[in-house]
T-cell receptor
Framework: AQSVTQLGSHVSVSEGALVLLRCNYS??????LFWYVQYPNQGLQLLLK??????LVKGINGFEAEFKKSETSFHLTKPSAHMSDAAEYFCAVRFLGANNLFFGTGTRLTVIP | SAVISQKPSRDICQRGTSLTIQCQVD?????MFWYRQQPGQSLTLIATANQGSEATYESGFVIDKFPISRPNLTFSTLTVSNMSPEDSSIYLC???????????FGQGTRLTVV
């Protein structure tokens, strides 16, 4: 079955520390992969996307993600957390032949001053 | 990108009533979707809104409860019918220009049923 797994529903980091949010998917064929951010009372905003080009993808706000086919992973990182990064982050996957995106359960990032 | 206007942004409704949510896009798009995001949870696809024909519903969602219209390539509505407190959620409109691009989202409609 097709699935998207985000490890850790809550992640807390200190301001200035590394941010690492994990995402794994189940598929033998590399899909299209996305990370979205949702701030309180807002819709989802695209952070970055992987569509079979470079495996290291750079996004907005200093975030980047690396596609690792052997690990079926697409983890999101940021070298130095900022208070404004506090939000909910969703990994999303478009599997081969699917019209819509499949979303992970989300990870709430808290940044501690 | 696409600019999506979703209305209303929030509403409090009595059980047994219905609410229609509108989604307007600033340009023509191929795909339009409706998602539900229950409190503290991820997004669940309700249906794909098809222009000029009946929407395609996901398992667990039916047309009688969630009728959807899409009269053209820039507009869609979702109605939540005969509401109960279990329908309290955020409802999100999403659009895609084609199957190989990212999805854009409206701001969402926060529905509370009392």
């Amino acid at each position: 079955a097709q699935s998207v797994t985000q490890l850790g529903s809550h992640v807390s980091v200190s301001e200035g520390a590394l941010v690492l949010l994990r995402c794994n998917y189940s598929s033998s064929v590399p899909p299209y992969l996305f990370w979205y951010v949702q701030y309180p009372n807002q819709g989802l905003q695209l952070l970055l996307k992987y569509t079979s080009a470079a495996t290291l993808v750079k996004g907005i706000n200093g975030f980047e993600a690396e596609f690792k086919k052997s690990e079926t992973s697409f983890h999101l990182t940021k070298p130095s957390a900022h208070m404004s990064d506090a939000a909910e982050y969703f990994c999303a996957v478009r599997f081969l032949g699917a019209n819509n995106l499949f979303f992970g359960t989300g990870t709430r990032l808290t940044v501690i001053p | 990108s696409a600019v999506i206007s979703q209305k209303p942004s929030r509403d409090i409704c009595q059980r047994g009533t219905s609410l229609t949510i509108q989604c307007q896009v600033d340009s023509q798009v191929t795909m339009m979707f409706w998602y539900r995001q229950q409190p503290g949870q991820s997004l669940t696809l309700i249906a794909t809104a098809n222009q000029g024909s009946e929407a395609t519903y996901e398992s667990g969602f039916v047309i009688d409860k969630f009728p959807i219209s899409r009269p053209n390539l820039t507009f869609s509505t979702l109605t939540v019918s005969n509401m109960s407190p279990e329908d309290s959620s955020i409802y999100l409109c999403s659009v895609e220009r084609d199957q190989n691009t990212e999805a854009f989202f409206g701001q969402g409609t926060r529905l509370t049923v009392v």
